[in-house]
């Protein structure tokens, strides 16, 4: 009796499983069912505008990367910084100085190696006398890009031509900066004083040879001093006239072509007016 019960459980549990596979048949078509997955690549980012809003963004393990760090105007000490420009930006005055920080990275986006070539041998640190590695010396171009008025482009001004291949290089990584259209001003500043210098209508403080050194022609200094001194010499280094001579409210001088030199003390830069 045993035995025959067993085998009828038996034959029962056999004609279920064949019910169910017969089932499953009919709902698969007879295909294994397919499983969901999970895609674990990496999103693709959204390419960027002018400039190079986002700096530290790519997918290329060998890229150029730069963090910040930014000194505020209630501090003395650098903290880390967002790493996207225009979250700095948003801070405002606020940021004093900001400094970059490569991770080392030797492969350069298009932009990035055209404010290179504007850069071109020019050290981006006063105290170097020699240019750094690229990714160093791009990575001080970006610390004036997170740097309100680009560090100095606005105030003091621009003063050398190392600093005016620093501003050009600048305005081409962040031409979106919210200094730029003042250091675009200042940039146009120093060149054109530079034009003028080499034309010998700007000159500074100093001997002067007329006709060799700078040009004939009536000058005003750019800022005048209460203690602007200014002399005429004759070939025979005689006084042709000299600010002791008359007294104007404001300064103006005419260095004539029979001039041999002109002498200036405290004035300052001169211009041809």
């Not at 100085?97 to 932009?111: I, L």
């Not at 791009?138 to 005016?164: K, R, W």
């Not at 060149?191 to 040879?209: I, M």
Request: glycine content about 8%; hydrophobic content about 35%.
């Amino acid at each position: 009796m045993k035995n025959l019960v067993r085998t009828s459980a038996v034959a029962l549990t056999a004609l279920f499983l064949l019910s169910g596979c017969a089932l499953v048949d009919q709902v698969t078509g007879g295909q294994s069912p397919e499983v969901e997955t999970t895609s674990t690549a990496t999103p693709e980012t959204a390419p960027s505008g002018t400039g190079e809003a986002n700096p530290s963004a790519s997918s290329d393990s060998g890229a150029f990367a730069v963090s910040f760090s930014c000194r505020m105007a209630d501090s003395r000490s650098f903290t880390e910084a967002p790493s996207e420009l225009d979250e700095i930006w948003a801070l405002g005055d606020d940021v004093t100085r900001c400094t970059g920080k490569s991770n080392g990275g030797t492969t350069f986006t298009e932009t990035e190696q055209k404010a290179l070539d504007a850069l071109g041998q020019a050290a981006t640190d006063d105290a170097k006398d020699e240019a750094a590695a690229d990714d160093v010396r791009l990575a001080d171009i970006y610390a004036l890009c997170a740097t309100p008025g680009f560090y100095f482009g606005v105030s003091p001004g621009i003063s050398n031509d190392e600093q005016a291949s620093q501003i050009a290089a600048a305005l081409i990584l962040c031409p979106e900066h919210p200094d730029a259209d003042q250091t675009r001003g200042s940039l146009s500043t120093y060149e054109a004083n530079v034009k003028a210098g080499n034309d010998g209508t700007r000159f500074n403080d100093g001997v002067w040879k007329v006709g060799e050194e700078i040009k004939p022609g009536t000058y005003k200094p750019e800022s005048p001093s209460d203690n602007c001194r200014w002399f005429r010499y004759d070939a025979e280094g005689d006084w042709i006239e000299s600010s002791y001579d008359k007294a104007q409210a404001e300064i103006v001088v005419t260095i004539d072509a029979t001039d041999s030199t002109f002498e200036s003390r405290n004035c300052g830069y001169w211009r041809a007016s």
